[in-house]
């Protein structure tokens, strides 16, 4: 019987973990007191880019466990020119990743962002910590991640955003099982797949120990 409930478990929070692999829902709430977007708001235009001005229009968004941020309508941000926008406006148009939500703040490689004048009165775009850096009509902002409970949700890191060192760590060590058989030195594809293969080995690592603490627990209560 025990056995039965600690396997059930283990499965049950397994599969939660899955569920949970991506961050709750939330409202993109510009925080910018003391600059002229004290009461601005985060939202998408028509053109699809991210704008922050004095209206009652906001944005919601998710941020998926690869890291990237999917808005409501199902679109994943991407950054061209370090300016974010949901569709390509440039040849330098790429997914942008990785988003991360820490004490409440959303963050974009580890850093809040920039508002930049769009040339129109009131109205700023929103830009990555890199957009128009340095110019003065800049304002930094930041990004507070606000769940349905007006409360700011949990932070999150993706499955992907995690410490190098302990990539690098397990990549080599998967490297050099799969290259001992073969002549061929370390091409970037091979050097790349081994890399992946160790990430999902540290987080099915994770959720495996996370599954037995949780079954332990359980078992105990039981
Ligand atoms: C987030 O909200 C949108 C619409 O409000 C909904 O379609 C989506 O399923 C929600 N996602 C989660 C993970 O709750
Ligand atoms: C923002 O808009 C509201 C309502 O239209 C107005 O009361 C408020 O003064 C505006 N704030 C700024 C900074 O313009
Ligand atoms: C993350 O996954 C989404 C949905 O599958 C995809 O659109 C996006 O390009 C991915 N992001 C990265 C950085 O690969
Ligand atoms: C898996 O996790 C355990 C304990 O959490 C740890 O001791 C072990 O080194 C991890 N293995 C890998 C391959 O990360």
């Known amino acids: 019987m025990k056995f039965l409930v600690t396997f059930f478990s ?26 002229a977007l004290f009461d601005g708001h985060i939202y998408i235009g028509d053109d699809k880019k991210i704008y922050i001005a004095n209206v009652t229009e906001t944005a919601k968004g998710i941020v998926l466990s690869n890291g990237s941020l999917e808005m409501d309508d199902g679109k994943v941000i991407g950054i061209g020119k370090n300016y974010l926008s949901l569709e390509a406006d440039s040849s330098s148009f790429e997914i942008a990743y990785p988003f991360t939500i820490e004490k409440g703040i959303l963050k974009l490689y580890g850093e809040d962002f920039h508002a930049v004048p769009s040339g129109k009165d009131g109205i700023y775009v929103l830009g990555s910590i890199n957009a128009a850096a340095g110019r003065d009509d800049v304002i930094p902002i930041q990004i507070k991640a606000i769940g349905d409970d007006d409360t700011a949700v949990s932070d999150y890191k993706g499955d992907s955003v995690e410490s190098t060192s302990s990539y690098s760590l397990l990549g080599s060590q998967t490297f050099d099982s799969s290259a001992a058989s073969s002549a061929s030195a370390a091409t970037a594809s091979e050097v790349s797949s081994s890399k992946s293969s160790s990430k999902n080995a540290a987080v099915a690592n994770f959720s495996y120990s996370h599954g037995c603490f949780f079954s332990l627990l359980i078992a105990m209560i039981v």
């Open 10 to 35: 283990v499965f049950v929070f397994g599969l939660l973990q899955f569920a949970a692999a991506d961050s709750s829902n939330f409202t993109l709430e510009c925080y910018a007191p003391g600059t």
